[in-house]
């Protein structure tokens, strides 16, 4: 069971909102970077996330960028899930590599702030501040195989090969 | 039934009888990083306990992003890349060789290939008929060691386009038109695959800045036949022997069929700060601009110099616009200067930067002001993307960019040309 706190966000927030290229010359000082991390849609985002919280965003989380330095910023944040309406194609391969969720669920009935507990067995999300419970769809097989050894590349230290 | 072009891709290069829908690991033929991506590639790699490449000679580590480096911390990421690149056998493209995505086309893709690169814009090699697909670090990562992925076949969308360009008219409003018809995500996780007889006609120049852009829909490829063109094309690349036509199947299946006829396009922009924010070149009349940017991997090529040049030609551009060129590679660089395009951009006021991707991510050579507005050939004008989220990116095809240089406020390429 994950437990946290709900970051909002809209629609469209892009891996350049995530972490800007403008950065790129800290991508070999990880530390450093993370503490960019959503600069650009909320420039107090770092000093406000705790361990354990969620990231919730509208639709097409994620678009733009292949950099998997987006997603690894919002994992060494703390964040434990991202929540979105829908979210981009390699931004959810990355993110899923990474071994961070991503989980696809109406994000309109959460708010700011709103106390969560998800259930990645179960599939659901409780908002225990409004008491609605929610479902989110299925992650595919494959990926889920890799999530739960912790990402693509412990994955592939364990099995030295991928198979689906 | 018949197959998508993605199908047939996929089909053939994990060996099943692929549709949309089914998970496959395929065949990596070619993989590839960047200068920004590379170094977490890299480590990634290293950690992963793959220990040797699949295929050292179709492994490319490119530097184009911050080339040349703007700072210390990125020239030690620069030295990794060549420390790798010496360790492994990979090849190295070095500082002022050129984009990624140019570079790959010219040099490497084939189509019917599967070509993976840590880079989201990989896509363009779809232009020639590759399944060419952005990822990120680990699944390069798991390309460059393994030799293989996995992959979703994607469904196809059908873009069907017929009927000739007006003057001023070209590919990359073609693209901008159908990013704004459909939206940012209108194509998540699709293979757009383009017919009719536009693309028919249409040179190799144009089908990667359409192919270059799918990612912008949201597409995984965006795919183009191989014919008589892309053959020509590698024939001239001295790539003859890489030619295999490519085609769908007639009876192919798509999830939607759009149809556009190219005559009723006009000059399309995208207004801050999303793509699919677009209007016409025309309702934009009066937007002022401090810098024009022609170059990058959606139109840096030499048909884009050449159409910048023929509209500069003798004249200048307004008083306090930047006119920025960067030419996609070193080969094209040499064309230009050839076609004697450089001498007349610098004399009607360009500044010409290094082959590489330029201002593009605001990395380097021409971060934009607070409150400044760029227009733009690139890709992407998302807030921030060019260094300063207190700036305004437009984007369009050079055209117009270089009809907005010379009037310093977006104008409609038809007014000038």
């Known amino acids: ?164 | 039934m018949g197959k998508t072009l993605a199908e047939k891709i996929l089909s053939e290069k994990s060996g099943t009888d692929a549709k949309a829908g089914d998970i496959v690991i395929a065949k990596v033929d070619l993989a590839f990083v960047q200068d920004t991506t590379g170094p977490l590639t890299v480590r990634q790699f290293q950690s992963s306990g793959m220990g040797k490449l699949a295929n050292a000679q179709r492994t490319v580590l490119f530097i184009d992003h911050a080339a040349p480096s703007p700072n210390a911390n990125l020239s030690n990421d620069h030295i990794l890349l060549r420390d790798f690149s010496r360790q492994s056998g990979c090849i190295l493209s070095e500082v002022g060789d050129g984009i990624c995505h140019q570079i790959v086309q010219e040099a490497y893709a084939r189509p019917g290939d599967v070509v993976v690169g840590a880079d989201s814009h990989t896509v363009t090699a779809g232009g020639l008929g590759a399944f060419a697909t952005g990822m990120g670090s680990s699944d390069v990562a798991v390309a460059m060691g393994l030799g293989k992925n996995w992959f979703r076949v994607p469904e196809s969308f059908k873009i069907e386009v017929n009927g000739d360009f007006q003057k001023g008219v070209g590919a990359k409003d073609l693209i901008l038109h159908l990013i704004g018809m459909i939206g940012a995500d209108g194509a998540t996780y699709k293979s757009l695959e383009f017919h009719g007889n536009t693309i028919k006609k249409m040179g190799m120049s144009g089908r990667f800045t359409i192919a270059n852009m799918a990612v912008e829909a949201g597409a995984k490829v965006g795919l183009f036949a191989a014919d008589a063109t892309t053959k020509k094309f590698l024939e001239t690349e001295g790539r003859g022997k890489d030619f295999k036509a490519m085609e769908a199947d007639a009876d192919a299946v798509y999830k939607k069929t759009i149809k556009i006829d190219a005559a009723k396009l006009e000059p399309t922009v995208s207004k801050p700060h999303t793509v699919d924010n677009t209007a016409l070149a025309k309702e934009l009349k009066g937007t002022k601009i401090q810098q024009v940017v022609i170059g990058t991997c959606t139109n840096g090529r030499l048909e884009d110099i050449a159409v910048a040049a023929a509209i500069l030609k003798g004249k200048k551009p307004a008083k306090n616009v930047r006119l920025i060129i960067a030419p996609a590679s070193r080969r094209v660089m040499i064309e230009a200067l050839d076609k004697g395009y450089i001498k007349t951009l610098v004399e009607a006021g360009a500044i010409i930067l290094p082959p590489g991707c330029g201002p593009c991510m605001g990395l380097h050579q021409g971060t934009l002001g607070d409150g400044e507005a760029c227009l733009s050939t690139a890709n992407r004008n998302f807030q921030g993307r060019m260094g300063n989220p207190k700036s305004f990116i437009y984007l369009s095809s050079p055209a117009t960019a270089a009809s907005s240089a010379l009037k310093g406020e977006i104008t409609d390429p038809r007014e000038v040309m």
Do not use: Q, W
């Open chain 1, 1 to 164: 069971m994950l437990k946290g706190k709900a970051h909002k966000f809209g629609d469209s927030i892009s891996t350049d909102h995530i972490i800007p290229g403008r950065y790129a010359h800290l991508r070999s000082n990880l530390p450093e970077l993370a503490k960019h991390v959503l600069e650009d849609a909320d420039v107090n985002f770092a000093k406000k996330v705790k361990a354990g919280d969620f990231i919730v965003g509208g639709n097409n989380f994620g678009l733009g960028s292949s950099r998997e330095h987006a997603p690894l910023v919002i994992k060494m944040a703390g964040v434990s899930a991202i929540l979105a309406k829908s979210v981009a194609r390699i931004f959810f391969r990355n993110a899923i590599n990474l071994g961070l969720p991503v989980l696809i669920c109406d994000t309109d009935k959460i708010n700011n702030g709103d106390e969560l507990e998800i259930d990645l067995t179960a599939g659901t999300v409780k908002d225990k501040t409004n008491g609605k419970t929610l479902t989110f769809g299925k992650i595919p097989e494959v990926m889920l195989k890799i999530l739960n050894e912790g990402g693509l590349i412990e994955y592939v230290k364990k099995h030295g090969d991928i198979k689906v």
